[in-house]
């Protein structure tokens, strides 16, 4: 079982940039597919990014396409997301989550396939 804990974020001027960071414990990060969701208050969770366990295969939706980017560093079992340009509509709690599924190269946007989940950080765009 793995433990999953975020951090990184906080309160930034639209247009800025952070950078999340989700450290693994309990288990070695590199066996699982990692995901970035967010939920802002009122909505549903949504999907961010998704890397897949060897970091070689990447997955956005649209809203992410261009301004965030997904990492990982299995050495230091922690997965990062970099998000530049942010927006006010990008006021969420961020979560990380981790999937096993076998394959290299394996990604989800289907936050329901995850199986573990981190506490989440607020990240707050400010106008």
């Known amino acids: 079982q793995v433990q999953l804990v975020e951090s990184g974020g906080g309160l930034v001027q639209a247009g800025g940039s952070l950078r999340l960071s989700c450290a693994a414990s309990?288990?070695?990060?590199?066996?699982?597919?990692m995901g970035w969701f967010r939920q802002a208050p009122g909505k549903e969770r949504e999907f961010v990014a998704a890397?897949?366990?060897?970091?070689?295969?990447?997955y956005y939706p649209d809203s992410a396409k261009g301004r965030f980017t997904i990492s990982r560093d299995n050495a230091k079992n922690t997965v990062y997301l970099q998000m530049n340009s942010l927006k006010v509509e990008d006021t969420a709690i961020y979560y990380c989550?981790?999937?096993?599924?076998?394959?290299?190269?394996?990604?989800?946007?289907?936050?329901?396939?995850?199986?573990?989940w981190g506490q989440g950080t607020q990240v707050t765009v400010s106008s």
């Open positions: 989550a981790a999937i096993w599924r076998p394959g290299n190269n394996y990604v989800s946007p289907n936050g329901y396939e995850y199986r573990y």
């Open positions: 890397v897949s366990r060897s970091g070689g295969s990447t």
């Open positions: 309990g288990s070695t990060l590199s066996v699982y597919a």
